[in-house]
């Protein structure tokens, strides 16, 4: 699919995903769907964006379709296209036009990534006619009730190409995600790895210092993704300063100085 890879999740397949709520995401998320409304989810990465449309598929009973956004992402990509097989041309629907049919959720991970014309395909599926017209087949699919789209970004990657117009923006409900408080990531932790209390508020008092480092050395915040990887090595018996190492000082920059800072930074934190 040139490049795009897109990722089909059943509710019914795969474990449940963990999830714990930071506010009033849930309700909102359930309202939009209930009421056909768009959603767009603003940001840092690696903070469960995209871990929470999971569940909320997984809550609403409805299929997901994935598309991770790059800047090769086509309108063909997303709705379809025509190809050659044994017997001759045929269509092949995109991930965009199969969640239409079907009634799934669709989902759009960093939208912003995609080429700026891509997304006016979006626009007739975001206002009240909800339909997607196939221009190539002469097709115009009518959305279901249970058919919803979600997009995603991160606000501290935006700039002057890149960004969401105002036309589009103006589109969606939206919902601004960052990462937990610290007894909510501890609950995530656990949740994800069953790491020890004691050893999970030190990971995430690490991970706030590296944090607070972000406007100073750092393009990027320590994720709870990241945080997440790190307690999953030493649960699984990996040297505690060596996971903090691989999985979030290393992620964070290539530069020789600035990772000696960091794992002094994780020195002094975990003693």
């Not at 190409?161 to 103006?170: D, I, Y």
């Not at 997440?228 to 190492?245: E, F, M, N, P, S």
């Not at 691989?246 to 100085?257: C, N």
Request: hydrophobic share 40%; with cysteine.
């Amino acid at each position: 699919m040139n490049g795009m890879q897109a990722q089909q999740t059943s509710a019914t397949t795969v474990e449940r995903p963990f999830y714990c709520p930071q506010g009033d995401e849930i309700a909102l998320f359930e309202h939009a769907w209930r009421h056909q409304l768009p959603v767009l989810i603003k940001g840092p990465t690696g903070c469960g964006k995209t871990r929470f449309v999971q569940h909320m598929a997984d809550r609403l009973g409805r299929q997901l379709y994935t598309v991770s956004c790059h800047d090769d992402l086509t309108a063909a990509d997303l709705v379809g296209r025509h190809l050659i097989g044994e017997q001759g041309t045929y269509w092949s629907d995109g991930p965009l036009t199969r969640a239409v049919r079907e009634g799934a959720i669709c989902y759009l991970d960093e939208v912003v990534e995609a080429r700026k014309d891509t997304t006016v395909v979006l626009h007739p599926l975001t206002d009240d006619r909800r339909i997607l017209p196939l221009e190539r087949t002469g097709e115009t699919l009518r959305a279901p009730a249970d058919f919803m789209l979600v997009v995603s970004y991160n606000p501290g990657y935006q700039n002057l190409l890149k960004g969401l117009k105002p036309s589009t923006r103006q589109r969606f409900l939206a919902m601004s995600f960052d990462f937990p408080e610290p007894q909510l990531e501890l609950a995530v932790l656990q949740g994800e790895t069953g790491i020890d209390s004691a050893l999970g508020e030190r990971l995430v008092r690490l991970a706030n210092a590296l944090r607070a480092l972000k406007d100073h050395d750092l393009e990027e915040a320590a994720s709870t993704r990241l945080l997440v990887y790190a307690a999953t090595l030493i649960k699984g018996g990996y040297a505690v300063r060596d996971a903090c190492r691989a999985a979030l000082v290393e992620p964070l920059t290539d530069d020789d100085e600035t990772l000696k800072a960091l794992l002094e930074v994780v020195d002094a934190t975990l003693g």
